[in-house]
């Protein structure tokens, strides 16, 4: 079976490279494997057990990530990425949910929802869920975005 959804793969490589498009999702649990973009991309984050699966991506400076979020648990959270200045203002904050902002989505229990943040620069940011407690439980992810090659 191993060998099976390897060759899969092989061939989502094989076929998005010919087409001129970009592998779009990470190859292993954290996320620290593939480094996504540049341009448009979709990441599926899975929320389970009050943690984010993948926790941690990799993008070139210059991609747009649309974040699909699905959260498999039986209570509320949210996913917030974003520079330092927005994680304080939510922790500062007391807003329930988010309206749609890019790089914020807040989810019920079995929701999926959407957001979209665009990785414009090198730097390394933070997905938080800053209801209450849950940061401090642990979760916490990150995107690392990396010059974008040569």
Known sequence: M?????AAAALVVAVAVAAGGYVVA???EDGAGDVLGPGTTTVTITIRDSRYHPARIRVWEGTQVRFVV???DPIAH?????PESVHTRHTTGT???HPPVPGEVSL????????VYEFDRPSSLRTVCHLPRHEDYGMVGGVEVLPRPA
């Open 108 to 115: 019920g229990p079995g929701q999926t929802g959407a957001t």
């Open 70 to 72: 699905r959260n498999e």
């Open 2 to 6: 191993r060998a099976l959804a390897t």
């Open 26 to 28: 990470a190859s292993d």
């Open 95 to 97: 807003e329930p949910a």
């Open 78 to 82: 949210e996913l917030v990425v974003g």
